[in-house]
């Protein structure tokens, strides 16, 4: 009973201090990103183009210590004209080198769920990544940036669809002009798994291609 009214304070106190905390607060910087993303999708052979528009928010909680999330859904056309892709990653990051207006390097830990879904039917898989990413800047106004996420274990599609791994890498420029960056790159996604089922011994699910658009610092 004591150790329960000693609880009481002490609960009081964290329901006052964290508000004010959590105000108190600030990122250290971040950017949230809105791009287009127009892609060609390869799917065991059969190929055609896949198209969406993407956002990515970063946010720096410390000098060092980011997180960041993705979230790009793309439509088909063609042979994939009723084929939607979903894909999600959340990652915490660190720097390894930080050169403040120069550039950055950073690595990180992090999950991701894709979802492919076709009328009557979705399919899914999830798992965890390593993230290296960076930016320099090359002159003046304009920087080049790079991600790379290696996803080592993916969750199977289906009962004979299995052993899935995949990577995801993104290069590109962002132009600064002012109130906002723009950014132009390549986007690629791809994933591969192992097929026990009579047919091909392997399914690869890729989608690659170019992206633009427009990234607001803070």
Do not use: C
């Not at 150790?3 to 905390?21: D, E, N, Q």
């Not at 969750?155 to 299995?162: E, F, G, I, K, S």
């Not at 420029?173 to 960056?181: A, Q």
């Not at 390549?186 to 192992?194: A, I, K, L, N």
Request: avoid cysteine; hydrophobic fraction near 45%.
């Amino acid at each position: 009973m004591i150790r329960k009214l000693w609880m009481i304070p002490v609960v009081a106190g964290l329901i006052l201090v964290m508000p004010s905390a959590a105000m108190a607060w600030k990122p250290a910087g971040g950017a949230v990103d809105l791009v287009y993303w127009l892609g060609e999708m390869d799917f065991s052979g059969e190929t055609d183009d896949m198209e969406g528009f993407g956002v990515e928010a970063d946010v720096w909680i410390t000098p060092r210590l980011g997180a960041s999330l993705d979230y790009y859904p793309t439509n088909g056309g063609g042979v994939f004209n009723q084929l939607d892709t979903n894909y999600v990653a959340l990652d915490l990051k660190w720097k390894l080198l930080n050169a403040e207006e120069k550039g950055f390097l950073s690595a990180g830990l992090g999950w991701q769920a894709t979802a492919l879904t076709v009328p009557g039917d979705r399919i899914s898989t999830k798992g965890f990544r390593l993230v290296l990413e960076g930016e320099a800047t090359i002159a003046g106004p304009v920087r080049g940036y790079m991600r790379y996420a290696h996803l080592p274990d993916l969750d199977d599609l289906a009962p004979q669809v299995t052993g899935g791994d995949g990577v995801e890498y993104a290069l590109g420029l962002k132009l600064d002009v002012r109130y906002f960056e723009i950014v132009a790159g390549y986007r690629v996604h791809d994933f591969g798994f192992d097929f026990t089922g009579i047919g091909p011994a392997a399914i690869d699910i890729d989608n690659a291609g170019m992206i633009a658009g427009i990234s607001w610092q803070f």
